[in-house]
């Protein structure tokens, strides 16, 4: 069964510097019916203005993943890790114990648009972590990469949660399958363009819950690019 959630949907805060789409229920939005899918707690679309960004702040028992779509994400946190990501470059930090950590947009000029996806991990406690690796572009299109998973099988990064998480550029026309084990979910999370899952229609900002399915069958009908998460 495929449930969509519409991008129109989702919960929204424009602050200015930020303007943040929520898929779940997240800070000043909330919907009991979008508390996470399975042990998917958010994904927020952002854009951030030139040159802002969010200032040091706390994290706790929590896998947290940034990817990149457009512009350069700076990252600096209390592990003493510094960074700057561009497209292709995804990041994981397993906030464990606790971590403090800013990120901000590393231009002067241009805005950044990224998604920021926090996973519940198997348990709590874990020592802090932090991991980037990039994924270019050849690699991402007309496949799903994976680019997470639980004990980072396949070059991916790993994570504290049985998650798989694939990501794809699909120029239009193109296609591609994923198949689910036996009791296992998708969320399939459109981060531009347009596809059909399954003959229904999605797009840029979009989402699709995937229950009680063997499979899920993608084809972009305009430039597409999207995140795959299989869920136990």
């Known amino acids: 069964m495929i449930t969509p959630r519409r991008a129109k949907d989702r919960g929204h805060a424009n602050l200015g510097w930020l303007d943040s789409w929520h898929s779940f229920s997240f800070s000043q939005y909330y919907d009991p019916r979008f508390m996470g899918f399975r042990s998917l707690r958010?994904?927020?679309?952002?854009?951030?203005?030139?040159?802002?960004?969010?200032?040091?702040?706390?994290?706790?028992d929590m896998e947290i993943i940034t990817y990149v779509l457009s512009g350069a994400l700076?990252?600096?946190?209390?592990?003493?890790?510094?960074?700057?990501l561009k497209p292709g470059d995804v990041q994981r930090m397993s906030a464990g114990t606790g971590i403090t950590h800013s990120e901000f947009n590393a231009s002067k000029s241009e805005p950044v648009h990224l998604l920021q996806i926090w996973i519940e991990p198997d348990a709590p406690g874990v020592a802090p972590?932090?991991?980037e690796k990039h994924f270019s572009r050849a690699e991402r299109t007309s496949v799903l990469r994976l680019v997470a998973s639980h004990h980072g099988r396949d070059g991916s990064l790993s994570?504290?949660?049985?998650?798989?998480?694939?990501?794809?550029i699909l120029p239009a026309g193109h296609a591609v399958s994923h198949a689910f084990a036996a009791g296992?979910?998708?969320?399939i999370q459109i981060a531009s363009g347009a596809l059909t899952i399954d003959g229904q229609p999605f797009a840029a900002g979009d989402a699709?819950?995937?229950?009680?399915?063997s499979s899920a069958a993608i084809l972009a009908t305009a430039d597409a690019e999207l995140l795959l998460f299989d869920l136990a």
């Open 74 to 84: 700076e990252h600096k946190d209390s592990m003493g890790t510094g960074s700057v």
């Open 42 to 60: 958010v994904i927020n679309d952002d854009r951030i203005a030139p040159g802002m960004g969010f200032g040091t702040h706390g994290h706790e």
């Open 159 to 168: 994570i504290h949660q049985d998650v798989d998480v694939h990501a794809s």
């Open 129 to 131: 972590r932090y991991d």
């Open 184 to 187: 296992r979910a998708g969320w």
């Open 208 to 213: 699709a819950a995937i229950t009680d399915a």
